[in-house]
């Protein structure tokens, strides 16, 4: 089945680049997303690319996606403390990875 | 109104009890979602609503009952749940096929006491 796989964690120091890596099965999406979510919070759509695409850029966000190995990833440059949330990547719209937690220390 | 509100945003109540959960939308939009999401999980899906019809049901117990009473409006009775049904409960929408995503709504913290 579907199955979207991301590392859990991530630490990064303030004003440095932060790239959030996931794989996924399903090479049939035509859309792969990245949401994030704050504490106690509902998930926010960050950006998202078209399967056709190989990178998007949007201000601080870079995706980039390598349809070949299944793997898309999400460079935050500048990082700031509150870019410190959970980020999860999804594909097909139905399916989430499994959440990156990314801490910013000042 | 580029919302999706969610009500109660907490919500407490016995494993005997009777609840509902509130989700509206004014955006439009044709499809609605529940999510389950445990602490330190990805949201999983349990209900989509497609104009007004239940088009997907996750295998959910039947302790959980959508409804759809409109385009706006999408609902989740909850009757006789057990302690590990507490969780965050996400309802989101989308416009449907597209590269739109889902708008969610901020959740309801249910926990069965």
């Known amino acids: 089945g579907e199955d979207v796989e991301q590392s859990l964690f991530l630490s990064v120091r303030e004003g440095d680049s932060s790239v959030i890596n996931c794989t996924y099965t399903?090479?049939?999406?035509?859309?792969l997303y990245w949401y994030k979510q704050e504490p106690g919070a509902g998930l926010q759509l960050l950006t998202y690319?078209?399967?056709?695409?190989d990178m998007k850029q949007d201000q601080r966000l870079t995706v980039l996606l390598n349809k070949k190995d299944k793997h898309l990833s999400l460079r935050i440059a500048d990082t700031q403390t509150g870019d410190s949330a959970i980020y999860f990547c999804a594909e097909g719209k139905l399916i989430f990875g499994s959440g990156t937690r990314l801490l910013v220390r000042p | 109104d580029t919302e999706v509100t969610q009500t109660p945003k907490h919500l407490v109540m016995g494993m005997t009890n009777k609840k509902s959960l509130k989700c509206e939308q004014h955006m439009g939009h044709r499809a609605m979602y529940w999510y389950k999401q445990k602490a330190k999980k990805p949201p999983e899906l349990m209900f989509v609503y497609s104009y007004e019809k239940l088009s997907i049901n996750e295998s959910v117990p039947s302790r959980f009952s959508p409804e759809c009473p409109n385009s706006s409006l999408l609902n989740l009775h909850l009757h006789a749940l057990q302690p590990e049904d507490s969780a965050l409960y996400l309802c989101a929408s989308s416009q449907g096929a597209g590269p739109y995503g889902y708008t969610f709504g901020s959740g309801t913290r249910l926990t069965v006491v």
């Open positions: 399903d090479s049939s999406s035509t859309y």
């Open positions: 690319i078209f399967s056709n695409m």
